[in-house]
């Protein structure tokens, strides 16, 4: 029974970190260069992660400067800037290229605390997931009636525990994006 909750506690550690990336991707106004990990460049024929091709830089709070390690492959970093739609256009003057990300309006913002919580929930929704796997686990096993309830029960606390940190990093997030 120890393995069972040992194991269900690893996946919703691991639910809660995949959480947490993808809040990384909602923008807050602020320059971040995880806003572009998601960003795949055509790099001679291959698709290849933009980190992997340049330096990412932030020279002021609302800019991004991309400086590519081969100048030949600009055009292919624009064109993966324009295919990922992060809503960024990039200028390129020869030798790197600055995204300037414009200042949110409040219907932006509200925008991506909906999608923030839309992630949240998502998080929930595996971590429930999680939880009745244990809990079917525990039933196959063939113990007292007593033993499965108490399982039941530490599978329920441990859910517990998890919502909460779902629920406070969504507030977390929630008030980054509201904070002008």
Not at 29 to 43: E, F, I, Q
Not at 53 to 62: D, V
């Amino acid at each position: 029974m120890e393995d069972i909750l040992m194991n269900a506690e690893m996946e919703m550690e691991t639910a809660i970190e995949n959480m947490e990336k993808r809040f990384l991707n909602i923008r807050a106004g602020r320059a971040n260069p995880a806003m572009l990990d998601g960003v795949m460049v055509n790099y001679y024929g291959s698709d290849t992660p933009l980190k992997q091709l340049a330096t990412i830089s932030i020279p002021e709070a609302r800019q991004l400067c991309i400086k590519p390690f081969d100048r030949s492959c600009i055009s292919a970093i624009e064109k993966g800037i324009y295919e990922a739609n992060i809503g960024l256009t990039p200028n390129n003057n020869g030798e790197m290229i600055i995204l300037n990300i414009p200042a949110l309006t409040e219907e932006t913002r509200r925008g991506y605390v909906k999608q923030a919580k839309e992630y949240a929930e998502d998080c929930k929704i595996v971590l429930r997931n999680i939880r009745q796997d244990a809990n079917n686990d525990i039933k196959k096993l063939e113990l007292p009636e007593d033993d499965i309830k108490g399982g039941q029960e530490d599978v329920q606390e441990l859910i517990n525990k998890f919502n909460k940190i779902v629920d406070e990093k969504l507030k977390v997030k929630e008030t980054e994006l509201m904070t002008v």
